[in-house]
């Protein structure tokens, strides 16, 4: 069932990719749309393979910007670079920790938008942004670091339930167990 | 530093890059109405679901409330075929004296109703889509209205949905004039007030008699959308470029973020 999980992150962001065009109620509070991706992304470098994480940052990215006013690919290097950073640096950062994962989730909402915009401005578009928009990227970091803990209590609840098991450590000391083979 | 794996994807993100930025536009757009594609089923349970709704909550509705809410409808309708009818000898006339001056005459607008499906998932534009699209007669840049003033303008058009630049975004320029003075100016985004539904307009010159209140209606030059269209009304105004042209704030008369219907006008 290891590909369980995968397909599921898939569904997520495909289903959060849609849910950013609706709720209205949220994009009032927030001031902008509920863009969950940062925190999807973070959830899948800790914990998924850098092939599920290009692929996963590629299709989102793509699946954003076809929506969008932007051009398509514009979308893809922020969440590739955040995805790609955390995937290769994931042995220097406390991902098991929740206010790790909140503050990687924060990090990821405000960077990942602001990213986006810079490479939008370096094309010659001109996205609609001022004094909002620091409303808007605090928004969106709050919103990202609120949900980046609650995907890994899901996702990880469904890996318990779906996959199998690590056997963990046995009654004695790893030093008192008997290597087979030649050493 | 890094592993060979790492030196894979990222060649790979490079190039998947490389390709999709430096697509002809055509090109671009097409893929991206094909990626779109992949939401159709979710646009389309979105829909069935809200008239599930719809008709369920017609079945709750009492007998007294639809008999009173239908003879409302009937004065309405009997009372607007009238102004319509007086609107088609208007326009007759009007058609019959520009034919006389040697100018083109001016077509009615058929408007299309449409539901709003979605909105810009990104943060940094001003779009939406409806559930209108080529199959319905949609194409690029129909003006799309309300009742109560100007949305915008299709921008791209796919099979079931459109996706509509709204005014203040930077891909829906609008042409515009102040009723009551006739000064001529343009709202173009992205705004920083576009939050409040307020916009920015530029007048071509220093234009003090424009005033809080005054009327702001679409010019109809850049052959986009039609003359005398609603747009807003004048908030406030500033001298700009130390007194060259005129800056004013104009409140949108739509609503733009509790749009649920729009009229797209068709020629």
Known sequence: MTWLTPALLF????????????????????????????????????????????????????????????????????????????????????????YAQFWLGFGGGIGVPLAHALI??????????????????????????????????????????????????????TNREMKRGRT | MFKRSHYIALAFCALVLLVLLNLPSGASSRLKLAVGG??????????????????????????????????????DNARLRFHATQADDALAENNRIRTQLGLLPRGPWKPRPARIVGRDPSTWWRTMLIDYGSRDGAQVNQPVVTAEGLVGRIAVV???????????????????????????????????????????????????QILAGHTVVTSGDGGIFPKGLPVGKIIDTHPANAGLFTTARVRLGANLNRLEEVWVLQQ
């Open chain 1, 11 to 98: 569904l997520v962001t495909w289903i959060s990719v849609y849910l950013q065009t609706g709720l209205i109620p949220m994009r009032v509070v927030l001031g902008a749309p509920p863009n969950i991706l940062p925190a999807i992304v973070v959830y899948a470098a800790f914990t998924h393979g850098l092939g599920i994480v290009t692929t996963l940052t590629i299709v989102a990215g793509l699946w954003a910007d076809s929506l969008s006013g932007s051009r398509l690919g514009t979308g893809v290097a922020p969440l590739f670079v955040l995805g790609f950073l955390l995937n290769t640096r994931q042995h220097l950062l406390l991902r098991d920790q929740r």
């Open chain 2, 158 to 208: 796919a099979h079931s949905h459109s996706q509509v630049a709204l005014v203040g975004d930077a891909a829906c320029g609008v042409a515009v004039l102040i009723a009551e003075t006739r000064d001529q100016g343009i709202i173009k985004g992205p705004q920083s007030t576009v939050e409040s539904g307020a916009l920015e307009m530029s007048t071509f010159q220093h234009s003090p």
């Open chain 1, 120 to 173: 939008l401005e370096m094309g010659g578009a001109e996205p609609a942004w001022g004094w909002f928009t620091l409303r808007q990227l605090l928004g969106l970091g709050l919103l990202n670091g609120i949900a980046c803990p609650v995907a890994f209590i899901f996702f990880d609840q469904l890996r318990g339930t779906f996959e199998y098991q690590q056997a963990g450590p046995g009654p004695y000391a």
């Open chain 2, 38 to 75: 992949f939401f159709l089923p979710l646009f389309g349970l979105s829909t069935a679901a809200e008239s599930f709704v719809d008709r369920a909550s017609y079945q709750l509705l009492p007998r007294q409330t639809l008999i009173s809410e239908l003879r409302r409808l009937e004065a």
